[in-house]
């Protein structure tokens, strides 16, 4: 149990390719041998492993973890026993998980973030049904799914612990944000050199807690994993929210929003992607 926590974050894909191995001795090959408290403690840790390891960046260990978890859900479990063992579970781990996010955040220890946000989306695939790969993380980002548990995501209770977490993931590094006006040019778009500078002007966005560009990329993922988990009409009461937290904010200020509001943007523009994908 230990050392499957520890796997996640080494550096090479042999490791945590071998912890796939184990993992699959563990669901797969002596199931039937363990007690049954040593088999739900070793199940979990094996089977979230296994969900971390959905978004990992070496192709070859991602398709191996589908590849258990789809053998452990038609061997061991059934789709019908599969679906009732994650439904009364899978919604209170979900929130479990995202409220230590910003823990880790403050504390900088952006490796466990990581491999906590990369959990998160393993809980939400296990949600989506409908698939044409079980599994598949870039399946439920590019393709419309449905998710069994997006009615249970966008009560408000869910809501706000999701807007809290991402608020201080997101939250921008004021002394980075600068007040110059965007310069545009009138030079052709079909001009490469002209088009590039613009884009690197208008990025200059950055965290006040996240430094690694592999952990704002898998805070994003996880946000349009929400975004998809909860869909399109669900998405768009979530983005009033978030309106109307920043206009309730802007309207205590004297001068204009501070600091503080512009996470509700950055949590806007990545939610908002999934109207715009569909």
């Known amino acids: 149990s230990v050392l499957l926590g520890l796997l996640p974050a080494n550096r090479s894909s042999i490791v945590r390719k071998s912890g796939l191995y184990l993992c699959r ?5 002596i199931r039937s041998v363990w007690t049954a408290s040593n088999r739900k403690a070793l199940g979990r840790k094996s089977l979230e ?6 978004a990992d960046d070496t192709e070859e260990i991602a398709s191996c973890s589908r590849g258990i978890l789809q053998s452990y859900k038609s061997s061991y479990l059934g789709a019908l026993k599969w679906k009732r063992q994650l439904s009364h579970t899978i919604v209170p781990t979900i929130l479990e998980l995202t ?3 910003p823990t880790f955040a403050k504390s900088g220890r952006e490796v466990e973030l990581r491999n906590t946000l990369r959990l998160v989306d393993g809980y939400l695939v296990l949600s989506f049904r409908g698939m ?10 590019r393709e419309r799914r449905k ?12 809501v706000d612990v999701v807007k809290k977490a991402f608020s201080v993931i997101f939250a921008p590094d004021v002394d980075s944000i600068t007040c110059s006006p965007m310069i545009e040019t009138d030079s052709s778009p079909s001009d490469p050199k002209d088009v590039t500078l613009y884009e690197e002007s208008s990025t200059q966005c950055r965290f006040l807690y996240l430094r690694d560009e592999s952990t704002i990329h898998a805070a994003k993922t996880t946000v349009h994993l929400f975004a998809r988990a909860l869909g399109a009409k669900r998405c768009a009461f979530v983005m009033d929210a978030c309106f109307a937290d920043m206009f309730e904010s802007c309207s205590r200020s004297s001068s204009s929003c501070g600091s503080g509001d512009h996470h509700h943007h950055l949590l806007i523009d990545e ?3 999934l109207d715009r994908r569909r």
């Open 25 to 29: 001795i563990i669901l797969l090959d």
């Open 49 to 54: 492993y296994c969900l971390i390891m959905l």
């Open 99 to 101: 409220e230590a996010l």
């Open 132 to 141: 044409t790969n079980d599994f598949d993380l870039q399946e439920c980002l």
């Open 147 to 158: 998710s069994d548990v997006g009615s249970a995501l966008s009560c408000k209770e869910v």
């Open 271 to 273: 939610v908002g992607l």
